[in-house]
């Protein structure tokens, strides 16, 4: 999973290096990084919990996860 999201963070920055640099401000990047921590525990919960339960109950949390993670932002920023 770490692996995974390296690699995506790498393109993106590769893509859109000019727009990071203009635009990132410290607390985009503190904000950002709770966030991130949130929905990396979010994952990894996700990830262990799927040998333990079914998938339908599995697939709740994952929509749980969406829909909490803009409402956490939202309180941080």
């Known amino acids: 999973m770490t692996i995974r999201f390296f ?3 790498v393109f993106l920055g590769v893509i859109f290096f000019k ?3 203009n ?3 410290k607390e985009a990047v503190i904000a950002g990084s ?3 921590v ?3 525990i979010a994952f990894a919960f996700q990830t262990i919990g799927m040998s333990y339960t079914t998938a339908s109950k599995n697939a709740f949390l994952t929509a749980i996860n ?3 993670v803009p409402f956490i932002g939202f309180v941080l920023i």
């Open 34 to 36: 709770m966030i991130g």
């Open 7 to 9: 690699i995506g963070a």
């Open 66 to 68: 969406v829909v909490i």
């Open 38 to 40: 949130f929905l990396f």
């Open 23 to 25: 635009n990132i401000t």
């Open 19 to 21: 727009e990071i640099k």
